[in-house]
């Protein structure tokens, strides 16, 4: 087990008119589940690559423990590498591919088997050993790729995006079984995926990029709760808050003429008179004639909750010709607003995100 550390790690494409990663500083702790997340190409898949060395580091340096790797062959950097397409042999055995790269190391049969079998008792691939890929589902061969790394007792894992071509229920089963077995071995993992769920209840800490910029890592309850700027408010959590352009009055902020109070010392940090406020769709709820105004498009019936979709009313963009804004509210009501309704939701002040509508920062 190790550490990871990105100093200032910049990698660009030939012909390229910026950094695909651009000074990345990232430290990742020993036995941690580190998650990149962000759109793609943001550069997330690019900085695995660079710490596995399958792509150059242009300047800045990337560390594994207390080794500088920036300029070592992959081979030399012990890590293991799961990848989205399982790139398994076709030829071989579920047994031969777990094995193979411990051969190419020179380690005995022996040793080799012994390995294999405990991989395989740990994934549930014991009968599944003299099988070819061809015959097994996708989740087997998942966990194929997952033995193949872990026989090699690599100080890191690198996963990149594993459960993309699985089906929706098989991810939701695989990534707790990943998760389970991270924490069972310890071994520092670096994992990569678009699905900001995914990142959400896998990672330890999770890094979320956006063109190929560090945006901010924390905890995933601390980017859900305290989210550093526009990007992250807007990319984490589902369905994504909402982000709604708010004039400053006295006393604090309205929106479609219902005033929501803010603190003045945090207003008076902005760089115009409008900010916007984040409002997760959790924390609207159904009022009676105070609020903010909404009609609701579409209703979607969950069971527990149901999601409200529509567009703010009284809004400066509605009023002018253009498009009123877009909100979801998740009400829990057994009996919601029919499509069509106006309604009028009620948000507590201490859960009103505020960010600078010019560089996006947050302010509250």
């Given at each position: 087990?190790?550490t990871?550390s ?6 660009i494409?030939p012909?390229?008119?910026h ?20 759109p793609?190409?943001?550069?997330k898949?690019t900085?695995?690559r ?40 076709p ?9 193979f ?11 080799r ?7 395989a ?16 589902s ?20 690198l ?18 079984q ?5 924490s ?7 994992y990569?995926t678009?699905?900001?769920v ?14 190929g910029?560090?945006?901010q890592?924390?905890?995933?309850l ?29 006393g ?5 003429g ?6 003045r ?16 769709p959790e924390a ?8 903010i ?7 979607e019936?969950?069971?527990?909750d ?8 009284d809004?400066?963009?509605?009023t002018?010709?253009?498009t ?16 069509g ?5 009620h ?11 010019e560089?996006?920062?947050r302010?509250s």
């Amino acid at each position: 087990m190790a550490t990871v550390s990105y100093r200032d790690a910049v990698r660009i494409y030939p012909a390229a008119d910026h950094p695909a990663v651009n000074h990345l500083n990232l430290e990742i702790g020993d036995g941690e589940f580190m998650v990149l997340v962000g759109p793609s190409g943001c550069g997330k898949s690019t900085s695995l690559r660079m710490l596995a060395g399958l792509e150059e580091v242009n300047s800045g340096a990337v560390w594994i423990g207390d080794r500088d790797v920036t300029d070592l062959p992959p081979k030399d950097r012990d890590i293991a590498m799961v990848f989205q397409n399982y790139a398994l042999y076709p030829h071989m055995t579920v047994a031969d591919n777990m094995g193979f790269a411990l051969k190419m190391q020179g380690i005995a049969k022996d040793e080799r088997d012994r390995r294999v079998q405990e991989a395989a008792t740990l994934l549930g691939l014991t009968e599944l050993l003299a099988r070819k890929p061809k015959n097994l589902s996708g989740g087997q061969r998942q966990r194929v790729a997952m033995g193949r790394a872990i026989v090699r007792n690599p100080q890191v894992f690198l996963m990149d995006e594993p459960l993309s071509n699985l089906d929706a229920k098989l991810r939701v089963q695989t990534r707790t079984q990943i998760a389970a077995l991270q924490s069972r071995l310890g071994v520092t993992t670096v994992y990569v995926t678009h699905d900001q769920v995914e990142a959400m209840t896998m990672g330890d800490r999770v890094a979320v990029m956006k063109d190929g910029i560090l945006q901010q890592v924390d905890s995933p309850l601390a980017l859900y709760d305290r989210p550093a700027n526009l990007f992250v408010a807007g990319f984490i959590g589902s369905p994504a808050m909402n982000l709604i352009k708010a004039d400053i009055v006295d006393g604090g902020v309205t929106v479609t003429g219902h005033v929501i109070p803010i603190d003045r010392a945090v207003l008076s940090k902005a760089t115009g008179n409008t900010v916007t406020v984040g409002i997760r769709p959790e924390a609207f709820e159904l009022s009676g004639s105070q609020g903010i105004g909404m009609k609701i498009a579409v209703v979607e019936e969950t069971g527990a909750d149901s999601y409200l979709y529509g567009s703010l009313i009284d809004a400066p963009d509605a009023t002018t010709g253009g498009t009123a804004p877009q909100i979801v509210a998740r009400v829990t009501t057994r009996q919601p607003p029919a499509r069509g309704e106006l309604v009028r939701l009620h948000t507590n002040p201490a859960s009103v995100h505020v960010f600078d509508t010019e560089t996006g920062s947050r302010l509250s």
